[in-house]
C-alpha cells in the first residue's frame, strides 16, 4: 500500500529533527570537552612494603628467644634471684643471685633453650625482694623531699639501688639519711642528677619485671 504524501512527509521530518537534535548534542558535548582542562598526569607512588631481610628477621628471633627464656627464669625464681641482665648482640643472659640458684634454673641453663647461653652467676649483695623494699623504705621517708628524689631504680646485678633525682646531688649528710631510710650502706647507693631533662614527677620505684 502506498502511504499518503502528508504521512510520508511527516515521516521525513521527524528523521530530519532527530538527526539535527543529535548533532547539537554532539556539537554541545564537545564545546565543552574543549573547555574542560586537561587532566593533570598522575604521580601517585605505589607504597609497598618489604619483607623483613635475613639480619632484622634473625634480630627478631633472638629477641623473642631471649624474651622467652627471660620469662622462665623470672618463672622459677626464689627469694635469692637478685636479676637479669640480657646482651642480644651475644644471645646471652646473666641471672644473678644471692646464694645458688634453683635446679630447675641450672637445668634451663645445660639446655641451651633456642641457643641462648644462660649464665647463673651467684654471690649477689642483695635480693630483688630486698632492693624493692629498701627502695620503699626512701620513699615513705620524709628525706626523698629534702633531695628532690624522682624514683628509684633496682640494679639487675643486684648490686644496689640507683637513686634518680630532680636537683644536684645531695650533701653528704642527705647521702647519709637515705642510706639509714634504706637499711644498707651508702656505698650500695648510686645517686644521679638531672642532667635538665628530668620533669619533676611523683617519685617512684623501678624494678625490672
Known sequence: MIEPR??????????????????VVAAISAAHAADRPPRPPDHSVELTTSPPTTAEASASASAEALSSVADQVAALSDED??????????????????????QAVHDLAAATPHGVRLDVLTGASYSRSDLKAAGDRIMRDPIWRAIDLSSVAVNPDGSGLKVNLVGALPSASQRAAVADAARMPASALEFRPDEGSIVQLPAKIVAPD
Open 81 to 102: 634471684f637478685a636479676g637479669l641482665v640480657t646482651d642480644e648482640a651475644q644471645g646471652r643472659i646473666a641471672s644473678y643471685w644471692v646464694n645458688d640458684a634453683p
Open 6 to 23: 502528508k504521512d510520508r512527509r511527516s515521516r521525513a521530518w521527524l528523521l530530519v529533527t532527530a538527526s539535527v537534535a543529535t548533532a
